[in-house]
């Protein structure tokens, strides 16, 4: 099923409608599932300003599934893609257009990139191993999984059925204590390696990656870079920063 999320305050224009393509809207708080990921779409200058930040913030997997639309200037362009962004078009698109660009942003945002880091470590989906330093880690394959689907979500909590769910394929917690021992020899590996602490246990049961010594903010300007992620906070884009009054917007 074809579906999508309108970003921006007010109703979708017609001319950027998928609903005449047979496309089914997502509204408010309602979920497509893990296995039916979306695309979001929103006008730039119809973003409330404390939602951009929140959408420029968020995690780099979700940005992926976001295009910006009627951004006329190249260098706003730009910086919306460098900053994670699946697309951003200018003003008048066709509605065959922006499908045709929707339909090549979910296939980018649903292809597996072949390495995914946090912090010291890189993980190759080829090798199917951690990397430290360049020195393998030797991880199993269950080791392994485990940690590059924490690495989806970095800093996210993921819980026990999660995990069971994407790395055993259960869809129930089985009797036997195979999590908790990989997750032991896992955390064994990356210590040795010189990594430790990496692996965090949650009250409730859930795990994360640990976001280290950083703040989440330090992060993401480190990713985004610092240059890119300042100007957006204090150089907002033009036809916001004439607005005398930011809590029209919220």
């Given at each position: 099923m074809?579906l999508?999320?309108?970003?921006?305050?007010?109703?979708i224009?017609t001319?950027y409608d998928?609903?005449?393509?047979?496309?089914?809207?997502?509204?408010d708080?309602?979920?497509?599932?893990r296995?039916?990921?979306h695309?979001?779409?929103g006008?730039?200058?119809?973003?409330?300003?404390?939602?951009?930040?929140?959408?420029?913030?968020a995690?780099?997997?979700?940005?992926?599934?976001?295009m910006?639309?009627d951004?006329?200037?190249s260098?706003?362009?730009?910086?919306?893609?460098?900053?994670g962004?699946g697309d951003?078009?200018?003003?008048g698109?066709?509605?065959d257009?922006l499908?045709?660009r929707v339909l090549?942003?979910?296939?980018?945002?649903?292809a597996l990139?072949?390495?995914?880091?946090h912090?010291a470590?890189?993980?190759?989906?080829?090798a199917?191993?951690?990397?430290?330093?360049?020195r393998?880690v030797g991880l199993?394959?269950?080791e392994f999984?485990?940690?590059?689907?924490?690495?989806e979500?970095?800093?996210?909590?993921?819980?026990?059925?999660?995990l069971?769910?994407d790395v055993w394929?259960?869809?129930f917690?089985?009797?036997?204590?195979?999590?908790a021992?990989h997750?032991s020899r896992l955390r064994a590996?990356?210590r040795?390696?010189?990594?430790?602490?990496?692996?965090e246990?949650?009250?409730?049961?859930s795990?994360?990656?640990?976001?280290g010594?950083?703040?989440?903010?330090?992060?993401r300007?480190?990713?985004f870079?610092l240059?890119d992620?300042t100007?957006l906070?204090?150089?907002?884009f033009?036809a916001?920063a004439?607005?005398?009054?930011?809590?029209?917007?919220?």
């Open positions: 074809r999508f999320r309108w970003l921006s305050v007010g109703p224009p001319a998928l609903r005449r393509l047979g496309w089914q809207l997502l509204v708080k309602q979920s497509s599932g296995d039916a990921a695309a979001q779409l006008r730039l200058y119809d973003i409330p300003m404390q939602q951009w930040l929140s959408l420029a913030g995690n780099p997997v979700q940005r992926k599934w976001m910006m639309i951004v006329p200037e260098h706003d362009r730009a910086r919306l893609l460098r900053l962004f951003a078009l200018g003003y698109p066709s509605l257009e499908e045709s090549r942003l979910k296939e980018h945002a649903e990139p072949r390495y995914r880091r912090g470590v890189k993980l190759d989906l080829f199917r191993d951690g990397f430290v330093a360049g393998a199993h394959p269950r999984a485990l940690l590059w689907r924490l690495a979500d970095p800093g996210e909590a993921v819980s026990t059925p999660e069971l769910c394929r259960l869809s917690r089985p009797e036997t204590n195979s999590l021992v997750l590996k990356l040795t390696a010189g990594v430790d602490g990496l692996v246990t949650l009250p409730g049961g795990y994360r990656l640990s976001g010594d950083r703040p989440a903010s330090a992060a300007d480190a990713e870079g240059d992620y100007r906070r204090e150089e907002p033009p916001l004439g607005m005398q009054d930011w809590t029209a917007w919220t």
